[in-house]
């Protein structure tokens, strides 16, 4: 018997993550990205309709969002079951800075979304090739928390329009509501009833109709797969709904003709004053957009046991944005609910992103017909059921009773997105996020230690019972030393040994300490001399291997008046053994 021959590989370059996964690519995994994609392409269409329809463009761009982006992603992204295509709060973010810049002109406006896609492509690309994975951790879990929610209650506000077939404007919750104020004799009662019965048939269809397919012979993974396409359903029969009881004649409005056919591939125009202008937000939308799609990927991955690389997925966003503004979108990420069922659905690579792409293209060329008829109603209702899912307005009490700082942070990025818009609400909790962390670093817990009877351990005066010395005072700094804290420890402790006249050593325990930079470096030597002014003998102990050597390039363990111990235990045996009760 011959040896089975090797199995060809597209010769892609080692440098490309989509070679990886297919090296290993399997026969069989054929069928599961096939099936997947299936799904995928069925939940999709809808979706990019309707974030098309959140971003104020036409619905075709929805499309024309989730063909190359996919394509894109799977070539260069690390995940194997994302799904990227547009999603609801990037299309938010789109919108109101497309709008702000845009002035009422639609060209405009049109040109600033596409811009959107190329600059948060472009920054996307680039800070993957300078491994800037880590700015992720630039944005704290309170203040994306504190956005996603607000956002979700303004994008489910802005969506009342269609609900109630008025015309709404603003891009602030008082806004919106203000305008719904001064427009609600205007209401479309037809539109009312198609909406309202939309919602509630999405809102039953998350847990009624997978209950009430659990009860069939369908496995709970299927059942929860067909209740997610539940919108699918719910846009057939609106649709058959407008078509059949011409509900246009009684001011349903609906999607309209949608070109059908692909886009052409042509970046846009440069105008110099729009994309600078639209800088800032396009490094926003990046970045929350980074945000949200690898905390998706990550939770997918670790369910394989799979590793995401973030700076690889900086790079695959990014190809996918640029993607996306060649072939005439707007800016996309990595979303949720899509990359949930294409992982339920047994998605194993990539190849189901690119299958998915080839149904939105097949999609875009053949079928665009068929959603003529699409009330308006039901992509804001898909929206606002969807948006709902992120809203987590507790979170805003758990995060306050743990950490009043990010639970203030929290509340000020809700405050600016929901009253200020969402740029400036992102920015507020960056901003009020960082200057929280420099208060509570600047004014650092100091704990006077004692020894435990019987043992080697220091714990503080206040929570145990401990042997103090009389004339060390040991403390213990549970805080890293910088710029911010450095004047204001130096303080502490020279006030403390000024109102204890009988402590001639002060000892550091520095277990806690990860970091001293120049600042507090000059504050040490500072309270060096102070404390050798006043009789005191300044020393240290446990500090650790990287700031012992960064203290080693300095002249201040010549200088130091007292000595830096490995242990504090050996501190307090060298400098008043008396104090101490012996180990056990």
């Not at 303004?154 to 001064?182: F, Y």
């Not at 000020?412 to 909790?429: F, H, K, P, Q, R």
């Amino acid at each position: 018997m011959s040896p089975a021959s090797p199995r060809r590989r597209l010769p892609l370059p080692s440098w490309l993550p989509a070679s990886r996964w297919l090296a290993e690519y399997q026969r069989r995994d054929l069928s599961a990205d096939g099936l997947a994609a299936v799904i995928v392409t069925l939940m999709l269409i809808p979706q990019s309709l309707a974030y098309a329809l959140l971003a104020g463009v036409p619905a075709q761009m929805g499309l024309y969002a989730s063909i190359l982006p996919l394509v894109a992603y799977a070539l260069f992204g690390s995940s194997r079951t994302l799904a990227v295509g547009p999603v609801a709060v990037i299309s938010l973010m789109t919108a109101a800075a497309a709008g702000q810049v845009a002035g009422g002109d639609s060209a405009t406006f049109l040109l600033a979304t596409t811009v959107l896609a190329l600059l948060s492509g472009l920054m996307l690309v680039g800070m993957g090739l300078l491994r800037l994975g880590w700015v992720a951790n630039l944005l704290s879990h309170s203040v994306i928390g504190g956005f996603i929610s607000a956002s979700g209650l303004l994008i489910a506000a802005s969506q009342l329009k269609h609900l109630l077939g008025i015309p709404l404007h603003g891009d602030t919750l008082w806004a919106l509501v203000g305008s719904l104020l001064a427009q609600i004799g205007r209401i479309q009662g037809t539109t009312v009833i198609l909406g309202l019965l939309t919602l509630a048939f999405l809102f039953w269809a998350r847990s009624g109709l997978k209950s009430l397919l659990a009860r069939t012979r369908l496995s709970a993974s299927a059942a929860e797969l067909v209740s997610k396409a539940a919108p699918v359903l719910a846009v057939i029969l609106t649709t058959l709904a407008v078509d059949v009881l011409d509900l246009q004649r009684a001011g349903v409005a609906t999607v309209g003709a949608i070109p059908g056919g692909l886009p052409g591939l042509s970046l846009p125009a440069f105008d110099a004053g729009l994309w600078r202008a639209l800088l800032l937000p396009a490094l926003l939308i990046s970045l929350i957009g980074f945000v949200e799609s690898v905390s998706v990927a990550q939770t997918l991955a670790a369910k394989r046991r799979q590793r995401i690389d973030s700076n690889a997925e900086l790079t695959g966003l990014g190809m996918a944005n640029l993607a996306s503004a060649v072939s005439g979108g707007f800016p996309v990420t990595g979303g949720f609910s899509r990359s949930v069922v294409n992982f339920d659905a047994g998605a194993r690579s990539p190849l189901a992103g690119i299958l998915t792409a080839m149904g939105i293209a097949l999609t875009a060329l053949f079928f665009t017909p068929w959603f003529q008829a699409l009330p308006k109603a039901t992509l804001a209702a898909t929206i606002i059921v969807a948006v709902l899912s992120l809203v987590d307005l507790g979170a805003l009490a758990r995060t306050w009773r743990y950490s009043r700082a990010d639970g203030l942070a929290m509340a000020v990025t809700m405050a600016g997105v929901l009253l200020m818009g969402v740029e400036v609400g992102v920015i507020a909790g960056v901003l009020s996020s960082l200057v929280l962390f420099l208060w509570r670093t600047g004014q650092p817990h100091v704990a006077e230690l004692g020894q435990v009877p019987g043992t080697e351990h220091f714990r503080n005066v206040q929570r145990h019972q401990v042997l103090v010395s009389a004339t060390v005072l040991s403390l213990r700094v549970d805080e890293s030393l910088y710029f911010a804290n450095a004047r204001h420890l130096q303080d502490q402790i020279y006030d403390c040994v000024m109102q204890r006249p009988q402590i001639r050593h002060v000892v550091l325990l520095c277990s806690a300490v990860n970091q001293i930079d120049a600042s507090a470096l000059d504050s040490l030597e500072s309270l060096n001399q102070r404390l050798g002014d006043a009789g005191v003998t300044l020393h240290l102990s446990e500090v650790k291997g990287p700031v012992m050597d960064r203290l080693r390039r300095s002249p201040f363990p010549e200088h130091l008046h007292g000595r830096i111990f490995l242990t504090h235990f050996d501190a307090l045996r060298a400098l008043d053994p008396a104090s101490l009760a012996p180990p056990r």
